[in-house]
């Protein structure tokens, strides 16, 4: 467990402290390996710094192979993070992997300012974010894996797309939100799909092999493999193949991909 939700009451000092590791390693003494290792290691420049963390951090996460990974990458519950033989984390990118675990396959990149975020602090069964092989994570994507993250082979993602995987209940107007839940149904997006930037993919999607997602879209339903979609609502433009437009396209669709 990676913590309980705090109340309305605040909680005294020892509380809080308490609270706050909880939060960031699985027991307090992960917590001072975890920081010791990335304090000592994590701000070395250059390829020499690269290589050093792709050693030393083996002692915090598991890595099937020589892994890459900048200075300033940012790492939470890194015990429960797996990359695969070939993997790249970008300067700045931040992983938090409580409690479900991040999987990141071999040679997937993760760009930087990236953040991939389980954040289930309230014991969601499904919570977890998996990657597979030669994908790519774009700057400052965001991915949050309460509901449980599957993404294929060959998944690219653009800048600023996020893909978020819980929702807020509000269906009671006389209560704050806050104190009505949430929903977290889980995303899954198989191989071969490409997210335009700025894109977001909402709770409960499916994205079928081989779509496109139009830069901007908001994906509230499942999509059909092979089919590029955009707007907001997204909804379906063509079938990939078929350069007949639908219905309502523009020529300047096909500039919004990016």
Do not use: K
């Not at 009451?9 to 402290?17: D, E």
């Not at 991939?116 to 965001?142: C, K, Q």
């Not at 949430?182 to 198989?190: L, P």
């Amino acid at each position: 467990m990676c913590g309980a939700p705090v109340g309305t009451n605040t909680p005294g000092p020892l509380a809080q402290v308490s609270l706050y590791l909880s939060r960031q390693a699985t027991s307090p003494g992960r917590y001072v390996v975890e920081q010791a290792l990335q304090g000592l290691f994590g701000w070395v420049p250059t390829p020499i710094g690269m290589a050093v963390r792709a050693f030393v951090y083996r002692l915090m996460l598991s890595a099937d192979g020589w892994v890459g990974i900048e200075r300033s990458v940012r790492l939470r519950f890194a015990n429960l993070i797996r990359l695969g033989a070939g993997c790249y984390l970008d300067q700045g990118v931040y992983i938090h992997a409580c409690p479900g675990g991040v999987e990141i396959g071999p040679r997937t990149m993760v760009m930087h300012g990236a953040v991939l975020h389980v954040y289930n602090f309230r014991d969601l069964p499904h919570a977890g974010i998996r990657i597979g092989s030669d994908s790519l994570i774009g700057e400052y994507t965001v991915i949050r894996g309460q509901g449980g993250v599957a993404l294929g082979n060959r998944v690219y993602t653009s800048p600023l797309t996020q893909i978020i995987a819980v929702n807020h209940v509000f269906d009671d107007p006389r209560r704050p939100f806050v104190e009505q839940g949430i929903t977290a149904e889980g995303i899954t997006i198989e191989d071969d799909v490409w997210l335009g930037s700025g894109s977001i993919v909402t709770d409960g999607v499916r994205i079928g092999r081989g779509a496109v997602v139009a830069a901007g879209a908001v994906v509230t339903g499942d999509v059909p493999p092979g089919v590029v979609v955009g707007g907001v609502p997204a909804r379906v433009l063509r079938t990939i193949g078929n350069a007949e437009p639908r219905a309502g396209r523009s020529g300047t669709d096909r500039a919004v991909y990016f």
